[in-house]
């Protein structure tokens, strides 16, 4: 056994960072009552409950954007309805019925993506795809 | 000098070739500390011990070094003795516990799991699943986004069904894993993950586990899931 530096993660294809095991390393583990425990004053901060945020009128708003927008990328003129994707999928066959569904309304969001870039960009999408990059990076962020 | 305690292991289990680095800048040395059957990890307490990310992943490392060489109860971050006389006498007092503990963890390891969902994906299996849900969407968007009430409107039932989804693969991702896990324990839910599941698995069943995980996330492109590397059992020492 040798010594590992604390920024170097151990191999073998994990990808637990401190933020992942945090809750493990505060909240679990043996506690031992004629033990002083350090003070985690500033480290509570990152137990925020998601759910009290979510019922918001922001999140409802935000919601009803992002469907829209989930429509407007699978084409002005296509139905929306799922059978004939799945349909689409089905004959390709590479998978199975749902998950078809899922990949090829993907695969059609992002034929519609470069149709719309390709156009200028002109149409009404414009909006909705910036509130789409602003959310993936905060996500990004968060991790 | 108070103590700094890191885990429990057997007197038997294998002491580092090199010296461990724990908590405290510089690194206090980590060393054993004996009483009957059993040792404790500990080192020298630093003066203003406090949970900054240095420290914590040392007491990370320290743990997962240790528990490579055989069970280890891990302690919560941040136990400090008044001294090792006292780590000594509470290895005493306790010593049945610990070993009941410690024979009940052997060759086992933690992995937590947290699953979150990918919003797209969900999205759309939520207006796949929900016709009237499809057909407000479309009205909205024949209206140009439709007006402030109805977006509240329509994203308040979105929502609501997210969330059920939510509890749905919550339920979903503990129940794969409870059957094949030797113990699961459910996380805090909390803000970054629908769902955070601690599993106790023997390591002759790891690659079974790990398939399970990998087919979870395969079977269900709604979910994102994080698996940590093996873990000390922090979450079944109680």
Known sequence: MTVVPAQQGRGGGGTSGLYDVLELVLDRGLVIDAFVRVSLVGIEILKIDIRVVVASVDTYLRFAEACNRLDLEAGPNRSPGLPEIVGDMTESGARGKTKGALSGAAQTVSDAFQQARDEGGSRSEAKPRTRRTASNRRKEEQE | ?238
């Open chain 2, 1 to 238: 000098m108070s103590t700094y305690v890191y885990g429990i292991a057997h007197r038997s289990h294998p002491r580092p070739d090199t010296e461990l680095a724990g908590v405290g800048d510089p690194p206090r040395p980590v060393r054993t500390l004996a009483e009957g059957e059993l040792i404790a990890l500990v080192s020298d307490a630093p003066e203003d011990l406090r949970p900054k990310r240095r420290d914590l992943l040392a007491h990370q490392r320290v743990l997962t070094h240790a528990a490579a060489g055989g069970p280890v109860l891990p302690m919560r971050f941040g136990g400090v003795s008044p001294d090792d006389a006292s780590v000594k006498s509470v290895l005493a007092d306790r010593a049945e516990h610990f070993e009941e503990r410690l024979t009940a963890l052997h060759d086992k390891v933690e992995y937590n799991v947290k699953a979150s969902h990918d919003e797209d994906v969900v999205l759309h299996q939520v207006l796949a699943d929900n016709a009237e849900l499809r057909a407000l969407t479309e009205a909205n968007r024949a209206a140009g986004g439709g007006t402030y009430e109805q977006k509240i409107q329509l994203g308040e039932r979105i929502v609501a069904a997210v969330q059920q989804r939510e509890t749905r693969d919550a339920e979903l991702v503990h129940d794969t894993l409870m059957g094949i896990a030797a113990a699961v324990s459910r996380g805090p839910a909390s803000t970054g993950w629908l769902v955070s599941v601690s599993c106790l698995v023997a390591r002759a069943d790891t690659a079974r586990f790990l398939a399970a995980v990998d087919r979870l996330t395969k079977e269900n492109p709604q979910l994102e899931v994080r698996l940590s590397d093996p873990l000390p059992p922090y979450s079944f020492v109680e």
